[in-house]
Structures are given as C-alpha cells and as structure tokens.
C-alpha cells in the first residue's frame, strides 16, 4: 500500500508516541546496531539514535523514509521487504513499533528477524493484539457485506495474534520470549469529527478494493456504524479500540 506520510505525521502522532516507552524495554547502549523495522517516518529510530546507538531504518514506503531521514539524519534507512531482508552484518538488537501486524506471514517474518540478529541478540516490539480495532473490523466486515464484497476473516489486512500464538510463532524461529503483556489502549485520535475518517485514509486503505467513490461509500458506512459507541460528543472526538501486544524475545547464545 502507498502510505500518506504526511496525513501520518499530521494526524496520528500518537502511534509514535504511545511507542516512546518501548525504547526503554530495548535499553539501546552507545555502539549498538539496532535494526527498525517498520520505522515510519523515524520519530522513534531518532530516539534511538539519541542513546548513542547506530540505528538503521527499514521500511516499504518511501515517502515514510523520507521523512525518517529528516527526522533522524544521524539513521540509515533502507526501503526493502523484511521478508527478503539479509543484512551484510548482524545486529543486536531489532525494535518494531506497531509494524509487524501488517507483515505476513509472521513465521517468515519471525525467521527474517532471528536470521537478522547476533547471537545474543534481542527482538523488542509492539503490535496489535488479538481484538486490536475489534469495532472497525466488525464495521468493515458489515459494511463490506452490504456492499456486496465479502471477504473471509484471514483476507483482513492485519494480524492481531494472541500472547500465545505470537510466542510459538517467535519460539519456531529460534526465539526465547522473555517478556509478553497484552493490554487495552483506547486511543483518542486527532482531527475531531474528521478523525476516523483520517484514520481510515492511513491505516484503512487496503480494505478499499474499488475507486474514490466505491472507498468513501465503503468508510462513510463505517463511520454511521462507529459513530454511536466510538465518537464521544462530550470531547468532540474518536476513540479507537486498541488492544496492543508487546514482547521481547532473544536469540539464545
């Protein structure tokens, strides 16, 4: 898909900065290669890099990575498929920010990463858990249905897993889990009454198969749908059903 960096910078700040703390669980050392994956527009890999260590960005878009080389100029970043990604070097540690649910499959994705470490090495990340957007998909899938496009339950664009899938998927690439916590996160998302419908834009574009018109008929059906349980009209804005996963895993020495 072609991501709108700029409507991301704009109006979802919120999926960088909710990830800040993340950063703490990786506890970078000056001298370290970190590899991140999915790194978006770089908020989080200039953090990084803040720590002393030698960050390198990988991400699909490159309008993303655009805006990554602005926001962190001491990273390199590398527009390429963690699917297919070999580094010249390992690294020590990998960190991810809510990417890895738009990756599949997951076990070549888990085997890309366990390949892409030292021994020793360690894998922190954040990713939508099972019942992640549980309301938008449910939205989508009715929607979709009364449109006439049905799709199956394993066609949605994302993978939400359980702790306990997640941690067999790292575990069959080698990993040891460490650490795992799957926790609500009901997030307020920015532009008011326009804030779904900015969200949608971003991170909703794969469920919209047909032109403008069939893809406004497609989200202004979801936002009827949304709007009694999701829109607080106290507030004037969205929020958002997130359910998160977080994890960190390592490879055994």
Partial sequence: MDWNATLYEQRHSFVWKRGEDLIELLSPEPGERILDVGCGTGRLAAQIAATGAHVTGLDLSAAMLEQARLACPRGEFMEGDLLEFRPAEPFDGIFSNAALHWIKPPERAAERQFAALKPGGR????????GNVASLVRAANESLTEMGFVREPGEMPWYFPSIGEYALVLERAGFEVVYAILFDRLTPLEGGENGLRDWLEVFGAPLARGGEEWKASLFNRMAEKLKPQLF???????R??????????????
Avoid: C, F, H, M
């Fill in 232 to 238: 607080d009209q106290t507030s004037g804005e969205w």
């Fill in 123 to 130: 894998l922190v990340a954040e990713l939508g858990g099972t």
């Fill in 240 to 253: 958002v059903d997130y359910r998160r996963l977080r994890i960190a895993a390592r490879r055994p020495v």
